[in-house]
Each structure stands twice: as structure tokens, then as C-alpha cells.
């Protein structure tokens, strides 16, 4: 293996007695046996000159010609002694980082062999959608409470219809910015509840982490459909800052209130995504291949389209809807979420 100027390689010999460390010039050989004519585990220990004190486009021919060869010798003398390299089995690849601390580089494949190409989600956090959801429940507000997040997100959707209008793509995106939020509050502040009381969450900690990737996922999702503008990015900035602190100062206040303005928000983006398929049945909004990386995380059809890449996106917003509004009325009748089994993988 090597890190920065340093190779090392590891080889096997024989030893009938105990020898000591040598060094000679600027490379060390340390040996350890336990008993005669045992292997003996050497490992070379190669040190060479560290290049780059001044920037690569300042050098001259010269110089770069210079560090190339004393790489390309460096590299020989590994794979030629025999040892095991970071390179090994998979050649010097530029993308391969060959880790001083032992960590090696994931090779993932899918079912047919081919390789997996995608580094934030893997094969076995692939799911199917269940799209036979019952999409139109609601939770009737009856507590002040209740009214007050009901009321809270019909105010958040107002300026959000002025801004995007039709613009559908755009607005799945920013919805999905601002959804992937409260999972990952809900789920550090039980955490960190978790650690002070030295007790369990009841799993209610990954089903929010894991609410919170999925709804991250949505976005990258979106992200290959609608490309957003500089304002709509510094829209984001804005609107997250501002939700983030928000929510993480209701959910301590009240975690009952916190889920039920989530289980409002996920209603809401049902209602979008139902008028996004409308557009998309209608003819106003192209309804082009379905991107790879939704094709992959849901285990779509080869030829899925962006209505099928919609229709699962809101099956998961109908979940997301269920677990929160449950977690709510959990709390509502005196009770905490660990008192109850998180509902673990429901999509």
C-alpha cells in the first residue's frame, strides 16, 4: 500500500533464526519469525522525496518529467517485489484512492453483473414502491393545536403557487429541500434524547433518517429533471435556513406539533405531485425517460418515464404522511415514541 511518498510492500521469506532491523539508504526491511524455518512477513518500507512544493502548472518540462518517472519507478518497484499494492487486481486507476488507514475501495455489481454506478445509495436500500397507498386520508384538525400546523402549512403554500405557478419540476425540487428537513431533525434530537437518558428509541431514530434520505433522494431525482436557476438556489439557502431552525425549535417545544406540521406538509406535496401527474396527462409538461438514478433506487421498468418516477414519489409522500401523523397522535394520547415499535421500512 502506499500513502503520499511512502510505499509499502509486503513479501514472504523463509528464516531459520531471528533477524534484526536493517536499513539501508532510504528504504528499511523489518523482520519477525517465531520459531525456525517459519515464514518470516517482511515489509519494505520505501521512502521517497515529497513533489509539489510548487504548484504542477508552474513547473517546467523539465521537472514534470522528472516526477512522472520517479512515480512510474516507484510504482514498478512495487508490483516487482512482489507485494501487495492499493493498485492490485484493479490497475492504477486515477479515481482510486488508496487508503492509509486500510479502508478499501467498494466494488458493487447488480444482479446481472454489471457495475453499480451510483455511490449515495446502494443495492440493498433499493425498494418497490407501493403505489395501492390510500392517497386521499387526512387528518382532521380538532385541537388548537391540530389547527395551528393545518393553518401554518396553508400559509407556506401560498407564496410557494405565486413563485412557481405551473412550474411543476422546479417545484418538486424546492418542496423536496424543505422535506428532507424535519426527518433529519426529528432523528438527531431523539438520538442525542437517546444518549442523555441511556435509553432506546424504540427505532424511531433510523425510520426518521431514513425518511429523511428518501426525501433527499427525491431531490437528486428532480435534480436531473429541472435544472434550478441561481435565484432558485439562493431560494433554497434561504428557505432552509429558516425551516431548519424553525422546525428544530418546534420539535423541542413540541414534538406532537412537529409531526403533525410534517404530516400537513406530506398531505401537501400529495396534492402537488397529483397536479404534476395532471400536467403530465395533459401534454403541458414533456413526459421524457425516466432518469437512471430514479430508474435504480426504485427498481423501475427499463422504459419508465417521469410519470412513473412521479406516481412512486407520491406513494412515498403518502408514508411519510402516515408514519408523522401516527407519531403525532402517539404523543397526543401521553405516551412517547419509544413506547411504540417505529414502523421500520415503510414505504
Known sequence: ???????????????????????????????????????????????????????????????????????????????????????????????????????????????????????????????????????????????????????????????????????????????????????MVGGMLLHCKSLRRFEPSGGWIKTLLEEAENERMHLMTFMEVAKPKWYERGLVFAVQGIFFNAYFVAYLASPKLAHRITGYLEEEAIHSYTEFLKELDNGNIENVKAPAIAIDYWRLPADSTLRDVVMVVRADEAHHRDVNHFASDIHYQGLELKDSPAPIGYH
Not at 517465531?34 to 518540462?61: D, H, Y
Not at 454506478?117 to 393545536?145: G, M
Not at 405565486?162 to 429541500?177: H, S
Request: with cysteine.
Open 1 to 183: 500500500m502506499s500513502r503520499g511518498a511512502t510505499t509499502v510492500v509486503r513479501s514472504l521469506t523463509m528464516s531459520p533464526r531471528l533477524s534484526s532491523p536493517t536499513v539501508a539508504g532510504n528504504s528499511a526491511v523489518i523482520r519477525a519469525i517465531t520459531g525456525p524455518e517459519t515464514p518470516v512477513a517482511t515489509w519494505w518500507i520505501k521512502s521517497s522525496p515529497v513533489f509539489g512544493a510548487r504548484n504542477a502548472s508552474t513547473m517546467t518540462l523539465s521537472e514534470k518529467e522528472h516526477k512522472e518517472e520517479k512515480v512510474k519507478d516507484r510504482k514498478e518497484e512495487a508490483v516487482g517485489g512482489g507485494g501487495a499494492t492499493a493498485a492490485d487486481d484493479g490497475g492504477w486507476k486515477g479515481k482510486e484512492v488508496a487508503s492509509y488507514w486500510g479502508v478499501p475501495p467498494s466494488r458493487v455489481v447488480k444482479d446481472d453483473g454489471s457495475e453499480w454506478k451510483w455511490n449515495c445509495f446502494r443495492p440493498w436500500e433499493t425498494y418497490q414502491a407501493d403505489l395501492s397507498i390510500d392517497l386521499k386520508k387526512h387528518h382532521v384538525p380538532k385541537t388548537f393545536l391540530d389547527k395551528f400546523a393545518y393553518w401554518t402549512v396553508k400559509s407556506l403554500r401560498l407564496p410557494t403557487d405565486i413563485f412557481f405557478q405551473r412550474r411543476y419540476g422546479c417545484r418538486a425540487m424546492m418542496l423536496e429541500t424543505v422535506a428532507a428537513v424535519p426527518g
